[in-house]
């Protein structure tokens, strides 16, 4: 179990969480519309070389078709943004990282681990999660680093969480199905 923290706390420090750009109401208001529902689940607190708040984020298709939607084999957080420049998000570290298409088909879900790092302080007040979409429709996947990169900096393509809380003692971290 120490080899696992200090494994942890090394990855960490050598790949830290990426500071995001603050944005505010009328950014956040340019989200797509998609059909997509975006709800991030508060998993809980992990005191490992900071403040790391587990949030597990569900994408789920609410349309009657498929949707289809660009991202990475690996490090699929770099598709996720915050609204606070106060809250980090941490990559997976992953050796092999290319771009995959997902398919959703009506009712699925794609979930993924967000690792947010922020002080206890901030963790209280109310964020969103985004999710940039780019879709696979006819689209160039060349381009995909430049679009991703292009709509985390001007919020274009963002597909919008409610707000929600991630406080420092809570969070579901179990789950009984």
């Known amino acids: 179990m120490k080899e696992f923290i200090f494994l942890f706390v090394l990855i960490s420090s050598i790949f830290p ?3 995001e750009k603050n944005t505010n109401e ?27 708040f587990l949030v597990e984020l569900k994408i789920t298709n609410k ?9 990475y084999s690996c490090s699929a957080v770099a598709n996720v943004i915050t609204d606070s420049k106060k809250i980090d998000i941490c990559p997976n570290v992953c050796s092999r990282n290319f ?11 794609f979930r993924i681990p967000v690792i947010l790092e922020t002080t206890v302080e901030t963790s209280y007040n109310k964020i969103r999660i985004g999710w940039i979409m780019i ?10 680093d430049e ?5 985390s900096e001007d919020f274009k393509n963002v597909i919008w969480s409610d707000p929600f809380t991630i406080e420092a003692v809570y969070g579901q971290i179990y789950e009984i199905k």
């Open 17 to 19: 969480c990426q500071k």
């Open 26 to 52: 009328n950014e956040i208001n340019n989200s797509i519309e998609t059909g997509l529902l975006i709800n991030p689940v508060f998993k809980g607190r992990y005191d490992v070389a900071g403040n790391l």
């Open 63 to 71: 349309t009657n078709s498929t949707v289809k939607f660009l991202t």
């Open 99 to 109: 771009k995959i298409r997902i398919v959703l088909n009506p009712g699925q879900e």
């Open 135 to 144: 879709d696979d429709n006819g689209y160039n996947s060349e381009h995909f």
């Open 147 to 151: 679009v991703l990169v292009k709509s």
